[in-house]
C-alpha cells in the first residue's frame, strides 16, 4: 500500500522564481492538505484540496495556489518566491468522511536564494 | 482561536527512562480532535494517534501512552522506557470539526534519547 508521495524531495530557487511542488495521496484517500513547516517550527495550514476543489485555506497571500487532479494528486504554486518562502512543505492526505486523521508524506525541501 | 502550545522545547533523557511530553491547546469548539505525531530526522510525520473530544479515556499502545484531560485542555504523552529509536521531534495538533479539517499544531518538543 503506497504511501503519500512527494517531488521533489529537495529544490532550490531564486527570488521571484515560480516553483510547483507535487504529491500523490496514499491509496484510497480523496482529500489532500498542503503546509509549510519553516525551520524549528511546527506545520502552518496552506490549504485543502477536495474533489478538485479548494475547500479551505489557510493565512497564505494568494501567491500561494495549488490544484487537484482527478486522480487525487495534487500541486502547489508558490509565484514570486521570497526569502521567507524557504521551509519543508508537507502534503497530507485523508479521508473526507469519518474526520479521518492526516497521512504525510516526506515532504519537499525549498531553499531561496 | 485554536492554538496548540507544547512549552517543552527540547528534553534530553537516557534510555530506560520515562518521558512526559505535554500539551495544553485551546479551542471554543465542542468538538474537535487533538492527534500527537513523530518527526524523525527524515522529516516525515508520521501519525501516533487521534482522540476526539468526546472520548477521554487514557490509551496505551505498548510503551506509548496518552492522557486527555478536558477540564485542564490538556493532552498529553509519555512514553515508558524510552529507546534511542524515540529520538524525533514530536507535535501536538488541534484539529476541528469543519467540514475540512485542518491541523494546528504547536511548535513541537524534541526529544533526545542517549544510550
Known amino acids: 500500500d503506497a504511501g503519500v508521495t512527494q517531488s521533489p524531495t529537495h529544490l532550490i530557487k531564486t527570488r521571484g522564481q515560480q516553483v510547483t511542488l507535487r504529491c500523490s495521496p496514499k491509496?484510497?484517500?480523496?482529500?489532500v492538505s498542503w503546509y509549510q513547516q519553516a525551520l524549528g517550527q511546527g506545520p502552518q495550514f496552506i490549504f485543502q484540496y477536495y474533489e478538485e476543489e479548494e475547500r479551505q485555506r489557510g493565512n497564505f497571500p494568494d501567491r500561494f495556489s495549488g490544484h487537484q487532479f482527478p486522480n487525487y494528486s495534487s500541486e502547489l504554486n508558490v509565484n514570486a518566491l521570497l526569502l521567507g518562502d524557504s521551509a519543508l512543505y508537507l502534503c497530507a492526505s485523508s479521508l473526507r468522511t469519518g474526520r479521518s486523521e492526516q497521512y504525510f508524506g516526506p515532504g519537499t525541501r525549498l531553499t531561496v536564494t | 482561536a485554536q492554538k496548540v502550545t507544547q512549552a517543552q522545547t527540547e528534553i534530553s533523557v537516557v534510555e530506560k527512562e520515562d518521558v512526559t511530553l505535554d500539551c495544553v491547546y485551546e479551542t471554543r469548539d465542542t468538538t474537535y480532535y487533538l492527534f500527537w505525531y513523530k518527526q524523525p530526522p527524515s522529516g516525515e510525520l508520521v501519525f501516533l494517534i487521534r482522540r476526539n473530544s468526546f472520548d477521554e479515556q487514557n490509551e496505551i499502545s505498548g510503551r506509548y501512552s496518552w492522557n486527555f484531560q478536558k477540564s485542564t485542555s490538556s493532552f498529553n504523552f509519555t512514553i515508558t522506557a524510552s529507546q534511542v529509536v524515540d529520538s524525533a521531534v514530536y507535535f501536538c495538533a488541534l484539529g476541528l470539526n469543519t467540514g475540512f479539517q485542518k491541523l494546528v499544531f504547536g511548535t513541537g518538543t524534541r526529544l533526545l534519547v542517549s544510550p
Open positions: 491509496s484510497g484517500h480523496d482529500t
